[in-house]
């Protein structure tokens, strides 16, 4: 199964959090990145964490998201926190140049 797997999406109000994750056999050789896309906008990159560990996050998520590795279950978290509107979107991940089918986040005002 070299296609990512996402969970973890939903709804929720502003202010609030939701974590997600992505199953991906081979992030720990490719890495894996989080983009997202809203309707009607382009798709922008969100987070990532590289094959030696290190983490990015876009200026826009910084110091809200976080996202971590579970090594043994081959998955990356994303966890989210104070939650805007303009997070509303659909999340993927992508590893090794695949592309996971994506989770819904929506975030009421």
């Given at each position: 199964?070299?296609?990512?797997?996402?969970?973890?999406?939903?709804?929720?109000?502003?202010?609030?959090?939701?974590?997600?994750?992505?199953?991906?056999?081979?992030?720990?050789?490719?890495?894996?990145?989080?983009?997202?896309?809203?309707?009607?906008k382009q798709r922008e990159w969100v987070s990532s964490?590289?094959?030696?560990?290190?983490?990015?996050?876009?200026?826009?998520?910084?110091?809200?998201?976080?996202?971590?590795?579970?090594?043994?279950?081959?998955?990356?978290?994303?966890?989210?926190?104070?939650?805007?509107?303009?997070?509303?979107?659909?999340?993927?991940?992508?590893?090794?140049?695949?592309?996971?089918?994506?989770?819904?986040?929506?975030?009421?005002?």
């Amino acid at each position: 199964q070299l296609q990512p797997v996402e969970s973890g999406g939903g709804s929720v109000q502003s202010g609030g959090f939701l974590s997600l994750s992505c199953t991906a056999p081979r992030f720990t050789s490719c890495g894996l990145a989080w983009f997202r896309q809203a309707a009607g906008k382009q798709r922008e990159w969100v987070s990532s964490t590289s094959s030696a560990g290190t983490t990015d996050y876009a200026d826009y998520v910084k110091g809200r998201f976080i996202i971590s590795v579970d090594k043994p279950r081959n998955t990356v978290n994303l966890q989210m926190n104070s939650l805007k509107p303009e997070d509303t979107a659909m999340y993927k991940c992508v590893s090794c140049g695949y592309w996971g089918q994506g989770t819904q986040v929506t975030v009421s005002s």
